[in-house]
């Protein structure tokens, strides 16, 4: 078990660009959480998908952000039109659900995005 | 809305020290309580968490905590820590039958001098 990949560890983008963020999850994991880190905010959370359906993406800034889960084996994060307060460490994480049971959450190691 | 406060950004301690970190939470209802720790340049790794029972919880590495509900805290403690143990640690509150959304704290840096 390689436990959660994310792909690339390190993305710089010039301001305007897109990137693209992908996460494979943990086999067998029913649930997918973005999150986002900074030292000034901490760790925000962004989206969450469950059986890949989108459950909740309250925290997704409403513009230029998107998440997609297309298969059970992997998730993208996508920022159009990348800004410098992108800049971030994005952090990918599944778990197992059951009933109402909070499960514990399986970290990637994260992407750190750089927009100059 | 549930909100986590740690109330210590940083703490120094020499190996073999016993070591609390401090977690405080606000929510009325049923919530789970856990903690995660961050080795620099790597993701978040699970601890322990707690939701109902015994209010002191085991986790991995001889980290234990403890939850009280008249202080609204769940504290995290080690008897005796290892230069290994420093990392950023991180307390996370979820609310139950309300999905898996965990909101964490800011995060204590625990620097163990050897």
């Known amino acids: 078990n390689a436990g959660v990949i994310q792909t690339p560890r390190h993305k710089v983008t010039g301001k305007g660009q897109e990137a693209t963020l992908w996460c494979e999850p943990i086999?067998?994991?029913?649930?997918v959480f973005w999150y986002r880190q900074t030292i000034v905010q901490g760790l925000e959370f962004l989206t969450y998908?469950?059986?890949?359906?989108?459950?909740?993406d309250s925290g997704m800034p409403k513009e230029r952000f998107s998440a997609q889960m297309p298969n059970q084996s992997h998730s993208t994060l996508k920022i159009q039109s990348t800004q410098p307060q992108d800049s971030a460490v994005y952090l990918c994480?599944?778990?197992?659900?059951?009933?109402?049971?909070?499960?514990?959450?399986?970290f990637g190691s994260g992407t750190r995005l750089t927009v100059l | 809305t549930q909100t986590v406060s740690q109330s210590d950004a940083h703490v120094t301690v020499f190996e073999g020290d016993s070591v609390e970190l401090r977690c405080n939470y606000s929510?009325?209802?049923?919530?789970?309580l856990s903690w995660y720790i961050q080795h620099h340049g790597h993701g978040l790794q699970f601890l322990l968490k707690?939701?109902?029972?015994?209010?002191v919880v085991q986790g991995v590495n001889g980290f234990e905590a403890e939850f009280s509900k008249s202080d609204s805290s769940f504290h995290l403690r080690k008897a005796s820590v290892h230069w290994s143990d420093s990392a950023v640690y991180f307390c996370?509150?979820?609310?139950?039958?309300?999905?898996?959304?965990?909101?964490f704290g800011t995060g204590t840096s625990l620097l163990v001098d050897p």
């Open positions: 086999s067998g994991h029913s649930a």
């Open positions: 996370a509150v979820s609310v139950h039958n309300m999905g898996y959304k965990l909101t």
């Open positions: 994480a599944s778990s197992l659900e059951f009933g109402g049971s909070a499960e514990t959450l399986y």
């Open positions: 998908f469950r059986n890949q359906a989108p459950i909740d």
């Open positions: 929510y009325g209802g049923s919530i789970y």
């Open positions: 707690y939701y109902s029972g015994n209010p």
